[in-house]
C-alpha cells in the first residue's frame, strides 16, 4: 500500500507553485562620472549597500542543509519546492494547473495525459517527472514511479521530494535496507526533516532486531 506519510509529502509539493522573479535591467552609463572635489566641512558619506544577490536554489539548499530548526527549514523547504514547481514556461505551467485540477476532480488518468504532455514537451522540468512519480505512486504503479524518480534526480540528485518517494517505495516493497539508505539520502539533503529522522530510526531500530 502507498505510504500515507509520502502521499502527505507529494500533496503538498503537487499543491506549492511559485513565479520567477524578473532580473533588473542592466543600466549602460553613457559618461564617466563627475568626481566633486572633497569638503572637508561636510561629514564623509556613507556609501550605499551592494544589492543582495538574487536568491537561487543552490543558496536555499545550503540554508536547508545547515538549518537544524524544523520549523525554519520546512519554510526553506517549501520555497524551494515552489521554484521548482515553476517552469519558466507558461504552457508547461498551465498543464500543470490542469493536471492538479484533474487530481482534484479524481480525474487520474486525465492527469496522466497532462503529465505525459509535460514530460514531453519539457524534459528537463524536474518537477513534471516529480509530479508523474507521485502519480504513478497514487495509482499503485510503483515501477513507474520509480522510473520517473530516477529521471528527477538525474536533473537534480538532491531533490528531497523525489528521495522519499523512493524512500516509499523501498518500504512498500519491504526492501528495509535499501529505504534505510534512501531516507538518510533525504537527511544529508534536509537534516531537520522530522519524517526522515524518525524513519531512520525506526528503520535502524528494525534491522538491528534483525540482526543485519
Known amino acids: 500500500m502507498p505510504s500515507c506519510a509520502f502521499f502527505a509529502f507529494a500533496v503538498q509539493a503537487i499543491l506549492l507553485t511559485g513565479l520567477v522573479a524578473a532580473l533588473p535591467p542592466h543600466v549602460r552609463a553613457e559618461t564617466p562620472p563627475v568626481?566633486?572635489?572633497?569638503?572637508?566641512?561636510?561629514?564623509?558619506?556613507?556609501?550605499?549597500?551592494?544589492?543582495?544577490?538574487?536568491i537561487t536554489v543552490d543558496t536555499l539548499l545550503a540554508d536547508l542543509k545547515r538549518e537544524s530548526d524544523p520549523r525554519k527549514a520546512?519554510?526553506?523547504?517549501?520555497?524551494?519546492?515552489?521554484?521548482?514547481?515553476?517552469?519558466?514556461?507558461?504552457?508547461?505551467n498551465l498543464l500543470m494547473q490542469w493536471s492538479h485540477k484533474a487530481v482534484e476532480d479524481k480525474k487520474q488518468a486525465l492527469a496522466l495525459d497532462f503529465l505525459d504532455q509535460v514530460?514531453?514537451?519539457?524534459?528537463?522540468?524536474?518537477?513534471?517527472w516529480n509530479r508523474r512519480a507521485t502519480l504513478h505512486f497514487l495509482r499503485g504503479n510503483l515501477g513507474a514511479s520509480m522510473a520517473d524518480i530516477n529521471r528527477v534526480l538525474a536533473i537534480e540528485p538532491r531533490h528531497f521530494g523525489a528521495l522519499s518517494g523512493m524512500a516509499?517505495?523501498?518500504?512498500a516493497d519491504e526492501n528495509d535496507e535499501l529505504a534505510l539508505k534512501a531516507w538518510e539520502k533525504v537527511l544529508a539533503v534536509y537534516p531537520a526533516n522530522r519524517q526522515a529522522q524518525e524513519k531512520v530510526g525506526d528503520l535502524a531500530d528494525k534491522?538491528?532486531?534483525?540482526?543485519?
Open 74 to 92: 520546512k519554510r526553506i523547504s517549501a520555497d524551494i519546492v515552489q521554484r521548482w514547481t515553476d517552469s519558466g514556461s507558461a504552457t508547461a
Open 119 to 128: 514530460t514531453t514537451l519539457f524534459p528537463d522540468y524536474v518537477e513534471g
Open 35 to 54: 568626481t566633486e572635489p572633497a569638503d572637508e566641512s561636510s561629514p564623509a558619506k556613507t556609501p550605499e549597500a551592494a544589492p543582495r544577490a538574487e
Open 207 to 212: 534491522l538491528a532486531g534483525r540482526g543485519i
Open 168 to 171: 516509499a517505495i523501498f518500504e
